[in-house]
């Protein structure tokens, strides 16, 4: 190395290490200034209290409007036997207190009219250390119940609950019976029948299969969000059978001009005519112009489709009519045919007895119970065969393509559609377990 290059390395250090001495400087002189500054402890800082209030707090759980925090309940249900001046007395109120109860809800309250089985909450007051109960809620039905004041200004109010609508969803896959798999899911068995309503004009449920499924809205009416006191309608539905979905929604116009079930295309779910008078229960014997009579032992036409059910099961007229013939034959049994225009009739066989009111000439509606099943005349075992007109010959209604109801019309199309988004939009995400299907 060359004392030249000696050089230059010794001047490079030595701008190095001036450089650090230089940065330290100015930190340890900066320090400084800043300790001196503020090396006071600052004195502490005094805050003006605020006017006294109240704290806001959540509001607490409340029941029957008290404050579960500030009041405690004592749950029981009337037993067979007692009375309601029993319960007052038990609680540890005299007789004469027991009177002054009586006496001043006589106006509200039948006394005499309380039922084994109704609920009842004595409610006290945990400030108060007299061990009586300062309150009694009598609930006479999820809907109304009664809420006594027992000390100090005794007296009754009569309390009405409010009803709200609630909106649950369910989706279930068929592996036996449509029913079982809804029920399996806890809808209640009113929807599962609104539902047959519904479909029961487009899909025949006794040929539902293993592997159809069914996606649905349906209304509760609940009390304290959570007791079911009703069933209301079902505003959608999916229900994929046959290999193709069979959308339906509740659609009802301001002006009233519709109300009922429509397809995602307008038209009317309801058709002129049930594809059955019963619901869900098996087809026994179709119609089949070369059947070998099981009574008879001979070759002979069966001209109706026979539905087997259990005795009583009532028989729906499946469409608006009159009432043409009625009585009793030796192969027909006690039988009703109805008229329901110029080209359509029904029959309906081997009733065990005609519904109340049933006579000729009588007016009935779609849907109207006319009949229970049975098994008179030539017949096996209980069920109803059910024959079918057109024009004066009798044919296959399973096989009829039967007429609909009027669609809606393009001056409420708007309306409708804009409620089928929304309701399509909300059947597509109902989760489907497939899980259960599969076992």
């Known amino acids: 190395m060359t004392k030249k290059t000696k050089g230059r390395k010794k001047y490079k250090v030595s701008i190095w290490f001036t450089s650090i001495v230089l940065v330290v400087a100015v930190l340890a002189t900066a320090g400084l200034f ?23 707090m959540s509001s607490p759980f409340k029941r029957f409007g008290f404050d579960t925090v500030a009041y405690r309940f004592d749950d029981a249900e009337l037993r067979s036997g007692e009375t309601f001046g029993n ?46 109960p300062n309150y009694l809620i009598y609930e006479k039905n999820p809907l109304v119940y ?11 109010r009569r309390i009405e609950r409010e009803t709200k609508t609630r909106v649950d969803t369910a989706s279930a896959i068929v592996t036996s019976s449509l029913y079982e798999a809804l029920r399996a899911e806890g809808v209640p068995v009113k929807t599962i029948m609104t539902l047959a309503d519904v479909y029961g004009w487009v899909i025949d449920f006794f040929r539902i299969q293993k592997g159809d499924y069914v996606k649905l809205l349906y209304e509760l009416d ?9 069933i209301g309608k079902i505003p959608a539905a999916r229900f994929y059978h046959a290999g193709k979905d069979w959308n339906a929604f509740y659609y009802a116009s301001e002006d009233g001009a519709y109300r009922g079930y429509f397809d995602e295309n307008g038209d009317a779910m309801r058709k002129a005519f049930l594809k ?3 619901d869900f229960f098996r087809i026994s014997s179709r119609y089949n112009p070369r059947r070998f009579h099981p009574v008879l ?6 001209l109706g489709t026979d539905y087997a059910a259990p005795t009583g099961t009532p028989i729906r007229t499946t469409s608006d009519g009159e009432i043409e013939k009625m009585g009793y034959t030796s192969g027909n049994g006690n039988f009703i045919k109805v008229r329901h225009n110029s080209t359509y009739s029904t029959q ?34 209980p069920h109803v065969c059910y024959r079918f007109w057109k024009n004066g010959v009798q044919v296959d209604p399973l096989k009829e393509e039967l007429p609909a109801a009027e669609p809606i019309e393009e001056a409420h199309r708007q309306n409708f559609e804009a409620e089928l988004r929304v309701k399509m939009g909300v059947l597509d995400i109902i989760p489907l377990d497939t899980s259960s299907s599969s076992k």
């Open 297 to 302: 032992k001979k070759m002979k036409p069966h």
């Open 222 to 230: 609940v009390v304290d969000d959570s007791i079911v006191v009703g």
């Open 87 to 132: 319960l007052l007395i038990k609680a540890g109120f005299s007789n004469q207190a027991v009177y002054d109860i009586v006496e001043a809800s006589l106006d509200v309250f039948e006394v005499r009219r309380v039922i084994p089985g109704e609920k009842y909450h004595f409610v006290f007051d945990k400030a108060d250390t007299s061990n009586l």
């Open 34 to 56: 800043y300790w001196e500054k503020f090396k006071t402890v600052p004195e502490p800082i005094e805050f003006t209290p605020l006017p006294d209030e109240p704290v806001k």
């Open 146 to 156: 009664y809420h006594f004041t027992l000390q100090g200004n005794v007296g009754v």
């Open 348 to 381: 309906y066989l081997h009733m065990s007895r005609f519904a109340d009111g049933m006579r000729m000439g009588k007016a009935v509606s779609q849907g109207d119970v006319i009949g229970y099943v049975g098994a008179t005349g030539l017949a096996t075992g």
């Open 276 to 278: 059955a008078p019963l």
